[in-house]
């Protein structure tokens, strides 16, 4: 099956730092490529939409200039928490969808601890 | 507004039991209806998926099923491992621009 990867998988960082979190499709083109912050024991939560090459579509109550998104090519997104504060620390997930299969395969997640 | 309600919240069984999980919607226009696996501090792992036309599908000892017209949904897991502990999420996907909506998922853990 398609194989999604995260990198890191865990970070920890002083608050008022940026941190970047790269999403990659291992074995195929990901058309669109989405982000998901994850809270303990609740649902994942849809931050953004990227398409390569475009401007990422942001969630309502989600700041753009805080989660930097880039989809530089069809098999990279990157997500930069700018300035991160304790309160960003979360779980974050990418997924990737291949155009015409309408299937998100999703990342193993990035754990971020913000001190 | 597109909701997708699961139940239960959160189900103990022990191992080698049978257990059916349960996924209702409200999202219309409907393209398709996806079961996933995710364990704790991983990423969630497809089941199955479901498009309008298909009222059953497996995927090993889980098998899925869809009733479009009451816009229901069940998991069923068959002879319980103690690796099948995790949350069980639906996920329903609209039709046209929209996108997916997530159920809260239940988290089910499995006692030897």
């Known amino acids: 099956g398609a194989v999604v990867s995260q990198h890191p998988s865990r970070v920890i960082c002083k608050s008022g730092t940026s941190v970047k979190i790269e999403c990659r499709s291992l074995?195929?083109?990901?058309?669109?490529m989405f982000w998901y912050r994850q809270f303990p024991k609740k649902s994942l939560m849809l931050m953004a939409t990227?398409?390569?090459?475009?401007?990422?579509?942001?969630e309502q109550g989600v700041e753009k200039d805080k989660f930097l998104i880039n989809h530089a090519s069809l098999t990279l997104s990157t997500l930069t928490v700018t300035s991160a504060h304790p309160e960003d620390s979360s779980f974050y997930i990418c997924?990737?969808?291949?155009?015409?299969?309408?299937?998100?395969?999703f990342g193993p997640g990035t754990r971020l601890l913000v001190l | 507004k597109n909701q997708v309600e699961q139940s239960p919240q959160s189900l103990i069984i022990l191992e080698g039991k049978n257990c059916t999980l349960q996924?209702?919607?409200?999202?219309?226009?409907?393209?398709?209806l996806r079961w996933y696996k995710q364990d704790t501090g991983r990423g969630p792992v497809s089941l199955t998926i479901?498009?309008?036309?298909?009222n059953t599908k497996s995927n090993g000892r889980y098998t899925a099923t869809l009733d479009a017209d009451t816009k229901q949904s069940s998991l069923h897991i068959t002879a319980s491992q103690l690796s099948d502990s995790a949350s069980y999420i639906c996920?329903?996907?609209?039709?046209?621009?929209?996108?997916?909506?997530f159920g809260k998922g239940t988290h089910l853990i499995i006692q030897p």
């Open positions: 997924s990737a969808e291949r155009g015409g299969y309408e299937t998100q395969y």
């Open positions: 074995d195929f083109q990901a058309t669109t």
């Open positions: 990227s398409n390569e090459g475009s401007k990422a579509t942001y």
């Open positions: 996924c209702n919607y409200t999202v219309s226009p409907f393209s398709n």
């Open positions: 479901m498009t309008f036309s298909e």
């Open positions: 996920v329903v996907r609209g039709g046209g621009a929209d996108g997916l909506t």
